[in-house]
């Protein structure tokens, strides 16, 4: 049992399970990156927040001990306030300025700015009772200016603290913290990797049992049972399958029927050509007469054999798997009829049929000539053959705008109900015996049913038993390949 399978061209595919296993992945991990990356923000902020807030409630604080002390007013200044700035801005890893009313810093952490003039917008800003506190994203550093009063109770500002403060180190917390939530991603990653893959495997399962029952199938192994119930798809894909290899074996099966039947048609004139030959051999003294009427029916015979492979080629030469093609071209039917009708009208007259051609228009039609009136002639030759004496076989043509059609009505056996449905399979025959009589093979109406087919035609049948058969061809004008 072979059949010819044609090799796929694969394309370049995408394995359905990496699919899933990243869309999975893809799916459990983004939120978790996302809500990541606006925490990291969020805690960024918060902290910045802190230390800001921090910085200037200690140098609020710096600045009420200097207006209560007289800093700005009295000289020299007072140096446990300097040493105390000097404290709190290391505290901050910065820098504290102080500038007076004048906009000249009178103090400085650094010590590098001492005399010299400061009108920034913040300081003028801060003295007409508005404090700024601004945080340096790039280079990573807060600067807020705090008022310093005259003295506590009119509350004139006097000075402005100006305080720089870096925070580096917040960074190198925030990169610690940041590290610890990868090394607890890697690990989740990890999890989720393995959950995702034994879920896609899970998933897969159905198609990976379908795929090794398919791969016995391909071995040969044409009876598997392909039932898998597991999804609608898997479900629909078993039962296209299924089907499809139920098709298989039917094909397989005819195709064994068919040889068979060929052995057996072959065999059977061989068989009779033996037994003659047989018979002869052994008598004595066989007198002329008699040889001659074995030898005649032996070149019977032969001529059966000889009939039955014909028509076996041709039937072959007809199928369309073997690439048959037609020579089409403009073909006048009526023309073609009536020399068909004018080929049996002897046969027809050895049984005393009345054959009879009624044309009821002119069809010029784009058929091959020589297979279609092989076509013809045997449902001609069958109503013929099939009838009884003094009967009658009448033909018929007509046509409309896209069909002609031809009707071949006879008044014959008829064939019965059960039958009818068969009479297009190779070597089928109702009655072998009339049919060998007549020198039928059973092949006749399997390559009209072909040539008609390859026409883009049909053919149909009404018969009814003891009172006739009418066969009735219908084929396109034009044949569009
Ligand atoms: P065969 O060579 O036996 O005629 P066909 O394939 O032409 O083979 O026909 C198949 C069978 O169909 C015939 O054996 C016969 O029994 C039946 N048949 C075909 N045409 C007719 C007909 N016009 N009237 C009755 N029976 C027919």
Redesign the pocket.
Request: aromatic share 14%; glycine share 16%.
């Given at each position: 049992m072979f059949f010819q399978v044609k090799p796929i061209k694969l394309k370049h595919t995408v394995s359905l399970r990496l699919v899933l296993i990243l869309f999975f992945l893809i799916i459990g991990l983004a939120p978790m990156l996302i809500q990541n990356k606006i925490m990291l923000g969020t805690y960024r902020q918060n902290q910045i927040d802190a230390r800001i807030q921090d910085i200037q409630n200690q140098c609020s604080i710096l600045s009420n001990k200097m207006t209560r002390g007289g800093y700005l007013v009295n000289e020299p200044r007072d140096t446990l306030l300097d040493n105390e700035m000097s404290v709190k801005a290391d505290m901050f890893n910065g820098r504290i300025v102080i500038v007076n009313k004048n906009f000249r810093i009178v103090s400085d952490t650094f010590s590098l700015s001492l005399g010299k003039l400061n009108v920034s917008e913040e300081v003028i800003r801060c003295f007409n009772g508005e404090n700024s506190s601004k945080y340096n994203s790039d280079k990573n550093y807060a600067a807020l200016t705090i008022p310093v009063y005259s003295n506590s109770e009119d509350k004139v500002i006097d000075g402005v603290m100006i305080v720089t403060a870096s925070t580096e180190d917040l960074l190198t917390r925030l990169s610690s913290v940041s590290e610890k939530g990868s090394f607890l991603h890697l690990m989740i990653f990890s999890i989720l990797a393995i959950l995702v893959v034994l879920l896609v495997k899970l998933l897969m399962n159905p198609f990976k049992e379908l795929q090794w029952k398919l791969k016995r199938v391909e071995e040969g192994n044409l009876d598997e049972e392909l039932s898998s119930n597991a999804y609608t798809e898997t479900r629909q894909i078993t039962e296209s399958i299924s089907k499809t290899l139920k098709k298989l074996k039917a094909v397989d099966q005819s195709r064994e029927e068919f040889v068979s039947n060929v052995s057996h048609e072959l065999k059977t004139p061989i068989t009779s050509i033996r037994v003659l030959a047989d018979s002869l051999m052994s008598m004595d003294d066989v007198p002329v007469e008699l040889y001659r009427e074995f030898m005649t029916d032996i070149s019977d015979e032969i001529d059966r054999e000889s009939k039955i492979i014909d028509?076996l080629l041709a039937l072959v030469r007809m199928d369309k798997t073997a690439g048959a093609e037609l020579n089409i071209a403009q073909v006048n039917v009526n023309g073609l009829l009536e020399l068909i009708l004018k080929r049996l009208r002897p046969i027809a007259g050895k049984r005393n049929v009345e054959l009879t051609f009624e044309s009821i228009r002119e069809v010029t039609a784009d058929v091959d000539e020589v297979k279609l009136s092989l076509a013809l002639n045997?449902?001609v030759?069958?109503?013929i053959?099939?009838?009884e004496e003094g009967g009658w076989v009448r033909v018929t043509l007509d046509a409309d705008h896209k069909f002609f059609y031809v009707k071949?009505a006879?008044s014959?056996?008829?064939?019965s109900e059960e039958?009818q449905e068969h009479?297009?399979e190779?070597?089928?025959?109702?009655?072998?015996a009339?049919?060998?009589e007549?020198?039928?093979?059973?092949?006749?109406?399997?390559?009209?049913k072909n040539i008609i087919l390859m026409h883009q035609g049909a053919i149909r049948l009404s018969?009814k038993e003891g009172e006739?058969?009418t066969?009735t061809v219908r084929i396109p004008l034009t044949y569009i390949p």
């Open positions: 028509d045997n449902l030759e069958n109503a053959k099939y009838n071949v006879d014959g056996i008829g064939i039958f009479i297009f190779r070597f089928y025959r109702v009655d072998k009339r049919s060998r007549t020198g039928g093979t059973g092949l006749g109406l399997a390559i009209t018969s006739g058969t066969f």
